[in-house]
């Protein structure tokens, strides 16, 4: 007995911070049962519902629920209502108290199974403070955790009444997070809308800024007012339905045998600019690609300017930003550069291009296929509301102080969010230091529970 409980115990030294006195550090494999995964040939597997659910791995898993997508009439390695799922291979650490009576766990789950001492969801808490250390953990190309790991964890044992009264407080206060969250994302939710309506009312002319006894532009071609047939709504009347042609030149990348490659890029140089650096309408630079001079050189076209519009054609259709502070630089191939021509105020523009106006644009224009994208010779074709220039700026000062003020509390919005995550972890952390007023001090010290498990192993 006293091997096996030393064996138990997390050395003093080891024990990762300080507990209640009535509590102990254990060796987590000394109070549950870890029942190892085993994969299948798919071909004893079916969709149909038939057998009990395959829980092939973390994917299965999605926001503390199990995600069942296939069956097996044939398991081998069977986890029980209960017990504490958790994925050991791939993305480690997804975890899940498993509600169903039975499934057959693959090599990258396996199961945690309480014994009497243990309450199985202060054990779920607890592994979801401690994924962090199992994540520092993996090893290997497709990172993993050995049985070792989970054995081996420290564990806070306590009274299993206090296991319970701790489970009780923690779930009634993570409930009040939540609900804040689902409050604060109600919130959020309302941001777009305001931000679209605003917009939709900047594009027809509504927004009070408009003065009838400024001129009409024309367009810088050719290309001029649309037939009536072809606008979607009335616009005051010193305003032009033009197309996206009239009112700015476009730039397709280079896509000749000089396009740059992954070998090209350099670690100072020219912006190359692709889809993944347009971020909130700006230029993200913090991972940009850099090209030599001479690499930008050879480039027959693609070539940036400051205050161009960048609109991307492919993956994320519609995705745009201004560009600001970028002297020279060069476009990726699933990208396109408009100009705007003088007439053309570019923040217009831009609000243009992520207004409800100019995204159904995208549907109109889209290619269509399984992998949607778009053409610059496409993109021209929009179908755009030209105000006077004095018009434009108006509009976008006062698009730019109403959203700059929306944005201000979708900011407050997020670091709300934030905070509340952070409480949740507080929460947590408290909870298995015994600090949330659960414990009695009076009741025998979970070295007795402890030593009822061990008591059976001697027998």
């Known amino acids: 007995m006293e091997e096996l409980l030393e064996e138990a115990l997390v050395p003093e030294e080891e024990q990762p911070y ?3 006195k009535n509590y102990k550090w254990v060796k987590l494999g000394s109070v549950i049962s870890l029942i190892s995964g085993r994969d299948v040939s798919s071909k004893l597997c079916n969709n149909d519902g038939k057998g009990i659910p395959y829980i092939m791995g973390a994917s299965n898993i999605i926001d503390g629920k199990l995600n069942v997508e296939r069956w097996i009439e044939t398991p081998t390695v069977v986890g029980l209502k209960g017990d504490v799922l958790i994925s050991v291979k791939g993305t480690v650490g997804k975890t899940v108290i498993q509600e169903i009576e039975k499934v057959h766990l693959s090599r990258q789950i396996m199961a945690l199974r309480c014994t009497g001492i243990v309450c199985n969801r202060y054990l779920y808490y607890y592994i979801n403070t401690y994924v962090k ?12 955790i050995s049985r070792e790991d989970i054995l081996n ?19 009634r206060l993570l409930s009040k997070i939540d609900e804040a969250k689902r409050l604060i994302e109600e919130a959020k939710e309302t941001f777009e809308l305001r931000r679209a309506a605003i917009l939709d009312k900047a594009f027809r002319g ?18 001029r007012n649309l037939p009536i047939e072809e606008q979607p709504y009335e616009i005051p009347q010193n305003w032009l339905w033009v197309s996206l042609n009239a009112i700015a030149k476009f730039i397709n990348g280079d896509r000749g045998k000089n396009y740059p490659s992954q070998k090209d890029f350099v670690h100072e140089g020219i912006p190359f600019i692709n889809a993944g650096h347009l971020v909130n309408g700006k230029i993200k630079m913090s991972d940009m690609n850099y090209i030599s001079e001479e690499k930008f050189n050879s480039l027959g076209s693609g070539k940036v300017c400051n205050n161009d519009i960048l609109y991307c ?7 745009t930003a ?3 502070g970028i002297e020279k630089g060069a476009i990726a191939s699933s990208l396109v550069i408009l100009r705007p021509y003088q007439n053309v105020n570019n923040e217009f ?4 291009l992520i207004s409800t106006l100019g995204q159904s644009m995208i549907k109109i224009h889209d290619n269509g296929s399984a992998q949607p994208n778009l053409s610059a010779s496409n993109v021209k074709k929009y179908i755009f509301p030209l105000p006077p220039l004095a018009e434009q700026k108006r509009i976008v000062e006062k698009l730019n102080h109403v959203i700059g003020n929306m ?3 979708q900011f407050a919005i997020d670091k709300a969010l934030e905070e509340l995550e952070q409480l949740k972890n507080v929460i947590l952390s408290k909870a298995f230091r015994g600090e949330l007023g659960t414990n009695d001090p009076t009741e025998e010290s979970a070295i007795e529970l402890l030593k009822e498990v061990l008591k059976e192993q001697v027998k």
Do not use: H
Request: aromatic content about 6%; hydrophobic content about 30%; charged content about 30%.
């Open 349 to 352: 523009l831009y609000y243009y």
């Open 153 to 171: 964890a420290p564990f806070p044992l306590a009274s299993l009444k206090e296991q319970k009264r701790i489970v009780d407080k923690v779930e």
């Open 133 to 144: 250390q199992l994540k520092e953990n993996s090893k290997g190309i497709i990172p993993g």
């Open 313 to 319: 054609l492919r993956g994320t259709l519609g995705k």
């Open 322 to 324: 201004i560009v600001e």
């Open 18 to 20: 300080e507990v209640r």
């Open 206 to 223: 509504k927004l009070g800024t408009n003065n009838p006894s400024e001129k009409s532009l024309e367009g810088g071609n050719s290309e």
């Open 407 to 409: 944005e201000n509390e």
